[in-house]
């Protein structure tokens, strides 16, 4: 692990971070069942998770909002409309730029890995018809 990227989920309340390392354990999960070389680092003081062909995925706690924290796209692309077309039920999205999940909610992670393996592939994929949402 990053040791930037230690130091800063350390920092969240103790009830946060199992939820935090659980998102990063899909990201890496998706990376390895995908073949893609992962780089992690920080954004915006955030995780965040770069590969070659993909965009970046970022995960934070909300301290304004203590209770959530979620995972965070770019919001120049169409990956949240998207998400929104195949997972109308399945998650709490935050405008163009987010998955929002609340402390006690469980984590739909099938759904949710396809979402990230649809950004980490993002450049690669960005021409399909779903895509272009």
Known sequence: MNPEVKNVIDTYPMEIQPKIMQLRQLIFSVAKESDLTLRETLKWNEPSYLSKDGSTVRIAWRKLFPNQYGIFFNCKTNL?????EIYPQEFTFEGNRAIIFE???????????????????????????????
Do not use: M, R, W
């Open 80 to 84: 949240i409309e998207t998400f929104k």
């Open 103 to 133: 402390l006690d909610e469980d984590v739909p992670e099938q759904e949710l890995k396809t979402c990230i393996a649809l950004s980490l592939n993002y450049h690669a994929l960005k021409h399909l018809p779903l895509l272009g949402v």
